[in-house]
Every structure is written in C-alpha cells, then in structure tokens.
C-alpha cells in the first residue's frame, strides 16, 4: 500500500455518515472515508451476523469490540477479540465474517 497525498487530517466517526449492508444473517453498518484507493471504515456488525459472500479483497483489520469469526474458503477458522487484529492480501486467501455477539471493527483496505 502506498500512501501519498494524503494531508494530515483527524475523524470523527461519530459524524461519518452509515450505511447499511445486509449480510446472509444479521447487519453490517459501515462508516467509510476514502484517501485516494484507500478505503479505511469503522465498521459494527450485529449480533449473529454472517457475511453473505466469500471477500477476497485485503484488509487490515482491527477489533476493537465484540468477537469476530472469521473462516477462510479452506476450513480454517480464526476468532479476534478486542485488540487483536488480522491482514491478508488482495486475492490471497476468500474469507468471510461472522459474529455472536455485537462487534465494532476498525478495517482498511
């Protein structure tokens, strides 16, 4: 990822606006900025959430509340608490999000 032209600047979330995306199971609500082609949202997913669609795209992904169940298109399951973070790249490895309790992540990408 290469950041430029990007000039210093603060967010406060609470003032981006919400959006709303369904999931198989459940709701994601996204705050987005963008900086160029670089995507970084504050994201809240309800409980009982499940994606509805395998992402291959790559994030940097922090937790900062709840517990996020993550499985990767190969079986392989991971859960982040709050602090724990994960990364993937672009086209490295379909993964998809799920959540049995409220979650609040911090994701660019």
């Known amino acids: 990822m290469l950041m430029s032209n990007i000039p210093f600047g603060s967010t406060d979330w609470a003032t981006i606006p919400r959006t709303e ?29 499940l994606a509805d669609h395998w992402c291959s795209k790559g994030h940097i992904l922090l937790c900062i509340e709840g ?5 990767l298109e190969d079986g392989r399951k991971f859960v982040l608490t709050a602090g724990m973070s ?11 999000s799920s959540t049995f309790v409220q979650t609040r992540l911090f994701i660019v990408d």
């Open 67 to 71: 517990e996020l169940h993550t499985e």
């Open 86 to 96: 994960y990364q993937v790249a672009d086209h490295a490895e379909p993964h998809r």
């Open 21 to 49: 995306h369904k999931g198989e199971r459940g709701m994601a609500y996204w705050r987005t900025q963008n900086f160029g082609n670089i995507r970084v949202r504050m994201v809240e997913y309800t409980a009982g959430y």
